[in-house]
């Protein structure tokens, strides 16, 4: 497959760390870019030697085995080398490990570090301490904008745009990275955003993000276009936040009868890994007419190489200039 | 810093003396003799100076009583660390809380401190005592014999007592012997896991927040103990509105409840965190705006008794870390008169008003033979121009530590000259 050629100047930042801040303009530059990356990955043998030569570290201080397969499929994809680095959450306790191992990083010259962290804003410290290009894999409660974009973009392939969309955010939005980069990417393109969950499960002053709170999933869903479920992080709670798994289900896990309030053709998504019977029931999770869950993965490839291509290409400008 | 020879008699002259004790703003001068203050008034030395003094000429800046800064913390023993940055400062006198290496829970530990820490820096330090043994909310300290050996007031320091038994008996115990309890208002297990305020700036950064019912729980709480045993209490840096209505209401009670603020709750407020910026994290943690204007106006009403630097060193290990994983606290000594002056310059209080809650209103406090200007009193003095500006740096501050939520702000005033029984300890421009 031939690329179009592509102009990195008209997508300014360094890094990418958030969807926070970005404009209308980087959202859809990336977007656009990913959706041809669509195609190349449905081909057979599809390989570009766009990022031969450079290297792209995965730098994981929490598991995910979906991210970061993604990131390094999307970083092969494009010819570059990918390294795995998985560091073992005991360590990180002493918090000198994070700046240690940026040092030591640094002075491999990697190309593109990819960080995922459980701290709030511990991927901008680790990107102030580099000079390559840096990409928030997810930081704490903070961000994952990554997942954000292969949201957005399996949106706008299914109904072609994003603005004046009803989109429903559900569940756990307390803890959840996803939840603050997709409002974030949703209101800036124009989307409408209703967030849907048990008040022990919504952050502080939620409404001030710009969206509208319910409580109630069928209130909420009410002609939704767009319903975004979301993993319950029990790992990350420590006291009550609900009775029970069973009473959680019974009113915020999604099922047909809670449904029909949204629009009839209303799109079902889930960043994964999904509990089923919990927060999605499995017959609404595996309904191929309406859930998108698997294509969302499909995206993630093609948004991570749109991603690692243009910050790359970044780089090659900066030293040009 | 070393000890020098006992000095003799010394004229400060030319100076505008202010003194919140008396309500004194003059020109005037002031005559030491060797650590005391000899004479003090409007109109000294207009006519004669004495001939056997050194003359001081204060080029018309302001003198007054050294600070007395009732709220700092020594960073385990560093007691030499915590003189330079008091005197840079222009503090005189100021009251660690008793969370040194080792607690301070045992008599021979307030000896200790009170005596390390003025060997190293000159700086008089006066401890608190543990509320608490070892600090742990359990079993009480022995608050008479601490008291007897020298300890201000009793704390358990950074922590709230958490089981209302034992505060109830503490107040109760301190009632016996008219001691002072001070509180870190945080209700422990509300504030567990929080970083900063709970609000929108949280809920944006993704950091776990601490409402401001965790410090109202607790000031609630204590007042109806205060009711029920006949304690005084003291509450330590409030930081919101909200407190400020409850502690003026049992003032107007008629209550034995008094508090302070520290300088970032009247100066900043929770945008300062900006990205993740581990400066600005404290405890209690930095507020709303509306918060900080009404600690604004509880100094102004008087519901404020007191301005503590709430001085908490940290090293660069402990604050370059994740937002959540970094230690609270900042550096305050060297920036409090000119943050405190802010209130004087943005119209807020005058200028007495302003000094008085860190010189007379603290050592009245808790009892200190500090804070005034007047003839037998030691000759704690600083010399300040309230108007020279300057750029808070952490390259230029006196304390190992760098870790000030004020860095890189302008301020304005400045401590020129700070002197401790009778000795001249930091000359800015020398």
């Known amino acids: 497959?031939?690329?179009?050629?592509?102009?990195?100047?008209?997508?300014?930042?360094?890094?990418?760390?958030?969807?926070?801040?970005?404009?209308?303009?980087?959202?859809?530059?990336?977007?656009?870019?990913?959706?041809?990356?669509?195609?190349?990955?449905?081909?057979?043998?599809?390989?570009?030697?766009?990022?031969?030569?450079?290297?792209?570290?995965?730098?994981?201080?929490?598991?995910?085995?979906?991210?970061?397969?993604?990131?390094?499929?999307?970083?092969?994809?494009?010819?570059?080398?990918?390294?795995?680095?998985?560091?073992?959450?005991?360590?990180?306790?002493?918090?000198?490990?994070?700046?240690?191992?940026?040092?030591?990083?640094?002075?491999?010259?990697?190309?593109?570090?990819?960080?995922?962290?459980?701290?709030?804003?511990?991927?901008?410290?680790?990107?102030?301490?580099?000079?390559?290009?840096?990409?928030?894999?997810?930081?704490?409660?903070?961000?994952?904008?990554?997942?954000?974009?292969?949201?957005?973009?399996?949106?706008?392939?299914?109904?072609?745009?994003?603005?004046?969309?009803?989109?429903?955010?559900?569940?756990?939005?307390?803890?959840?990275?996803?939840?603050?980069?997709?409002?974030?990417?949703?209101?800036?393109?124009?989307?409408?955003?209703?967030?849907?969950?048990?008040?022990?499960?919504?952050?502080?002053?939620?409404?001030?993000?710009?969206?509208?709170?319910?409580?109630?999933?069928?209130?909420?869903?009410?002609?939704?276009?767009?319903?975004?479920?979301?993993?319950?992080?029990?790992?990350?709670?420590?006291?009550?936040?609900?009775?029970?798994?069973?009473?959680?289900?019974?009113?915020?896990?999604?099922?047909?009868?809670?449904?029909?309030?949204?629009?009839?053709?209303?799109?079902?998504?889930?960043?994964?890994?999904?509990?089923?019977?919990?927060?999605?029931?499995?017959?609404?999770?595996?309904?191929i007419g309406r859930s998108a869950i698997r294509e969302q993965v499909e995206m993630g490839v093609a948004v991570r190489m749109a991603c690692l291509e243009v910050l790359t290409l970044n780089l090659e400008r900066e030293a040009v200039a | 810093m070393t000890l020098k020879n006992v000095p003799g008699r010394i004229a400060y002259v030319n100076a505008r003396l202010l003194d919140p004790a008396t309500g004194l703003d003059a020109p005037g001068g002031v005559l030491?003799?060797?650590?005391?203050?000899?004479?003090?008034?409007?109109?000294?030395?207009?006519?004669?100076?004495?001939?056997?003094?050194?003359?001081?000429?204060?080029?018309?800046?302001?003198?007054?009583?050294?600070?007395?800064?009732?709220?700092?913390?020594?960073?385990?023993?560093?007691?030499?660390?915590?003189?330079?940055?008091?005197?840079?400062?222009?503090?005189?006198?100021?009251?660690?809380?008793?969370?040194?290496?080792?607690?301070?829970?045992?008599?021979?530990?307030?000896?200790?401190?009170?005596?390390?820490?003025?060997?190293?820096?000159?700086?008089?330090?006066?401890?608190?005592?543990?509320?608490?043994?070892?600090?742990?909310?359990?079993?009480?300290?022995?608050?008479?014999?601490?008291?007897?050996?020298?300890?201000?007031?009793?704390?358990?320091?950074?922590?709230?007592?958490?089981?209302?038994?034992?505060?109830?008996?503490?107040?109760?115990y301190a009632a016996t012997f008219g001691l002072l309890l001070v509180e870190h208002p945080e209700e422990p297990t509300l504030a567990e896991e929080g970083v900063m305020n709970e609000g929108e700036t949280a809920t944006r950064l993704g950091l776990t927040g601490i409402p401001v019912e965790a410090e109202l729980i607790i000031i609630e709480r204590d007042l109806r103990l205060v009711e029920m045993t006949g304690g005084r209490v003291h509450f330590a840096h409030v930081s919101t509105g909200k407190s400020l209505e409850l502690i003026r209401a049992a003032k107007d009670r008629g209550l034995p409840v008094t508090c302070d603020t520290a300088p970032p709750y009247f100066a900043l407020n929770e945008t300062a965190v900006g990205d993740y910026r581990t400066f600005a994290k404290l405890s209690p943690p930095l507020r709303a705006e509306a918060d900080r204007v009404a600690i604004i106006e509880g100094l102004r009403d008087g519901t404020i008794d007191a301005i503590a630097s709430d001085h908490t060193p940290k090293s660069e290990d402990m604050k370059r870390l994740p937002f959540a994983d970094a230690a609270d606290g900042g550096l305050g000594m060297e920036t409090l008169l000119a943050t405190a002056l802010e209130l004087v310059h943005n119209g807020h209080l005058s200028l007495l008003d302003a000094l008085s809650l860190i010189t007379r209103q603290p050592a009245d406090l808790l009892g200190l033979p500090a804070g005034r200007l007047e003839a037998g009193a030691a000759a704690d003095l600083i010399v300040f121009d309230p108007n020279r500006g300057w750029k808070v740096s952490d390259s230029e501050l006196h304390s190992k530590a760098k870790n000030t939520p004020f860095d890189g702000r302008p301020l304005q005033g400045r401590v020129l000259k700070t002197v401790i029984d009778g000795r001249l300890v930091f000359n800015l421009d020398a």
């Open chain 1, 1 to 287: 497959m031939s690329k179009t050629p592509f102009d990195s100047s008209v997508f300014p930042q360094r890094h990418l760390l958030g969807i926070e801040g970005l404009s209308p303009l980087d959202i859809s530059l990336l977007l656009d870019r990913a959706d041809e990356y669509v195609e190349l990955n449905r081909s057979v043998g599809g390989k570009l030697d766009t990022l031969a030569g450079r290297t792209v570290i995965n730098l994981f201080y929490e598991s995910s085995t979906r991210t970061r397969t993604s990131f390094e499929l999307a970083g092969k994809r494009l010819g570059s080398d990918v390294i795995n680095m998985s560091v073992s959450t005991s360590s990180i306790k002493k918090g000198e490990t994070l700046i240690d191992t940026a040092m030591t990083l640094n002075a491999m010259h990697p190309d593109v570090l990819v960080v995922r962290h459980a701290s709030s804003g511990a991927v901008k410290l680790l990107s102030e301490k580099v000079n390559c290009a840096v990409i928030n894999a997810g930081d704490g409660r903070h961000e994952h904008p990554t997942q954000a974009l292969l949201d957005a973009l399996t949106i706008r392939r299914r109904r072609g745009h994003l603005d004046g969309l009803q989109v429903a955010i559900c569940g756990d939005i307390l803890h959840s990275r996803v939840a603050r980069s997709n409002i974030h990417l949703l209101n800036t393109m124009g989307a409408r955003v209703r967030l849907i969950a048990p008040k022990t499960l919504l952050p502080a002053e939620a409404e001030r993000l710009g969206v509208e709170v319910f409580h109630d999933m069928k209130a909420g869903l009410k002609d939704c276009d767009i319903v975004m479920m979301l993993r319950l992080q029990t790992e990350r709670m420590k006291t009550n936040f609900f009775p029970s798994v069973r009473e959680y289900y019974n009113f915020f896990g999604l099922d047909y009868s809670k449904l029909e309030a949204a629009k009839p053709d209303a799109l079902i998504m889930h960043p994964g890994p999904m509990n089923r019977g919990v927060e999605i029931a499995s017959d609404v999770a595996d309904d």
């Open chain 2, 32 to 172: 030491t003799d060797g650590e005391l203050i000899v004479e003090a008034g409007a109109g000294l030395f207009d006519t004669s100076v004495p001939e056997d003094a050194t003359l001081v000429d204060c080029r018309g800046h302001c003198l007054s009583p050294g600070l007395v800064d009732m709220r700092i913390q020594i960073s385990g023993r560093d007691f030499e660390n915590v003189g330079a940055s008091a005197v840079a400062g222009g503090v005189t006198t100021a009251v660690c809380l008793p969370s040194t290496a080792p607690i301070i829970d045992d008599r021979a530990v307030v000896e200790f401190v009170a005596r390390a820490a003025r060997k190293a820096g000159l700086v008089k330090v006066y401890p608190y005592g543990a509320l608490t043994k070892g600090l742990e909310g359990e079993e009480l300290a022995e608050m008479g014999l601490l008291a007897q050996s020298g300890a201000v007031g009793f704390t358990d320091a950074t922590k709230a007592v958490a089981n209302a038994r034992t505060m109830a008996q503490a107040l109760s």
